[in-house]
C-alpha cells in the first residue's frame, strides 16, 4: 500500500512566526499528529532549548518512532521539515508526553518546569484520523462508530448515538455540527435505534443528504466523543498560569466554537470572555492579542485543501 502523509501541518510558517521561538526556550506542542510544527519549532531550538509535545493517539508517537532519518515517513510533501538527522526520539531535547493536553499544567510540574516561553495547540484531528478507515472518523469508508482519539478512552462514538438522550443528542449535533435540523435528526436516530443499534459510520451516514451535512454530522460527534471543547477550556486554563510574561499562547483552530472560545479567552483572559477591571477601573487583560484569526493563503489551500478551515490566534502573555 502506497505510504500517505501522516498530516501536513497547516500555516507552518505563520505558526512558527507567532511562537517567536527563543533558543533557549521551552516550547509546548500540545497536539504533535505528525510531528510537522514540532519538527520546526525543534529546528530553532538550541542546545538548551526543549520541547515537550503532547498526543493522546499513541499512532502519533509510532509514527515518529519511524522516522529513522533517511526521509522514510512522509511529513507532508514527502519531504523532511528539519534537515537531516534521526527523528524527534533520538534527540535529548525533545520528550513526547502519551497524554490529553488538558493535563498540561500536572505534566509540567511532574517534569519540575514552573514556566514555559510558548505553546502551540493545533486542534482537532490529523489526516492520519480521517484517513484510518478502522478509526471510524470518515463517513468515507465502512468501519465501526469509534472516533476516539485516545484509543484507551471508554466512551465512543457508537454510545453517544445510542445512550444520549434525544434533546442531548439534538444538542450535540446542533453546537457542535451547527445542523440546523439537528432536532429532527435527533429524532429520526433514536427512532432508528429503537428498532436496532446503529454500530456503524455507514448506517449513520444514511441519516444525512449530502457529505457536507455528512461531514458536520462525524464532526459533531467526534467532539462530543473527545470532550473536545472540555479539553480546549482546561489547555486555556492552564497555559495562562504557565506562560511566562512575553511567552506566546499560538492555537490553529477548525470550528467556528473553538475559534470564538480562544477568540474570547485571548481577548479577557477568562473563558466567559469578559474583561475585568482593576480598582481604578482600568482593564484587566492578561494577553495582548498578536494575531486575531488568520487564515491560510490561497497557495496554501491549493497545496494542501484541508487547511481551508484553519484560524491561527496568537497572544502574548503580559508582564
Ligand atoms: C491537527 S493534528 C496536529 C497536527 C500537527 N500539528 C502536525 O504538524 O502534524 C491534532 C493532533 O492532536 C491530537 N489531539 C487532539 N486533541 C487532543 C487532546 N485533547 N490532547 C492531546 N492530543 C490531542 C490528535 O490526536 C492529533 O494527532
Known amino acids: 500500500m502506497e505510504e500517505t502523509a501522516y498530516h501536513i501541518p497547516a500555516m507552518l510558517t505563520e505558526t512558527i512566526a507567532g511562537l517567536d521561538i527563543k533558543p533557549a526556550g521551552v516550547y509546548v506542542d500540545a497536539t504533535f499528529g505528525g510531528g510537522g510544527h514540532s519538527r520546526a519549532i525543534m529546528a530553532k531550538l538550541g542546545e538548551k532549548g526543549r520541547l515537550y509535545s503532547f498526543d493522546q493517539d499513541m499512532d ?27 527523528g524527534l526520539h533520538t534527540d535529548a531535547r525533545w520528550h513526547f508526553v502519551h497524554s490529553n493536553f488538558r493535563y498540561l499544567p500536572q505534566w509540567m510540574d511532574y517534569y519540575g518546569i514552573e514556566q514555559v516561553d510558548g505553546i502551540l495547540a493545533d486542534l482537532g484531528v490529523s489526516f492520519h484520523h480521517f484517513d484510518s478507515p478502522e478509526r471510524g472518523f470518515s463517513f468515507r469508508f465502512s468501519a465501526p462508530l469509534d472516533m476516539r482519539m485516545n484509543t484507551q478512552q471508554k466512551m465512543t462514538a457508537a454510545d453517544v448515538v445510542n445512550s444520549y438522550d434525544e434533546e442531548s443528542l439534538a444538542r450535540v449535533l446542533y453546537l457542535y455540527g451547527e445542523l440546523k435540523n439537528g432536532k429532527a435528526l435527533a429524532r429520526q436516530i433514536c427512532k432508528q435505534r429503537a428498532a436496532a443499534p446503529i454500530l456503524r459510520t455507514e448506517q449513520l451516514a444514511e441519516f444525512v443528504k449530502d457529505k457536507k451535512d455528512a461531514a458536520k454530522l462525524f464532526q459533531a460527534l467526534r467532539i462530543e466523543v473527545n470532550d473536545e471543547m472540555g479539553a480546549l477550556r482546561d489547555l486555556l486554563t492552564g497555559a495562562k498560569e504557565l506562560l511566562r510574561p512575553g511567552g ?27 474583561i475585568e477591571k482593576d480598582f481604578y477601573g482600568n482593564a ?30 496568537v497572544g502574548c502573555k503580559e508582564g
Open 284 to 313: 484587566v487583560t492578561p494577553f495582548k492579542v498578536i494575531e486575531k484569526g488568520l487564515t491560510a493563503s490561497e497557495e496554501e489551500v491549493a497545496r494542501n485543501p484541508r487547511s481551508r478551515s484553519a484560524k491561527l490566534r
Open 248 to 274: 506566546r499562547i499560538v492555537i490553529l483552530t477548525y470550528h467556528s466554537l473553538e475559534d470564538r472560545l480562544v477568540k474570547n479567552f485571548l481577548r479577557a483572559g477568562n473563558l466567559e470572555g469578559e
Open 60 to 86: 502519533a508517537y509510532e509514527n515518529e518512532l519511524k522516522d529513522e532519518g533517511e526521509g522514510k515517513r512522509l511529513h507532508g510533501e514527502g519531504e523532511r521539515l528539519n534537515g537531516e538527522g534521526g
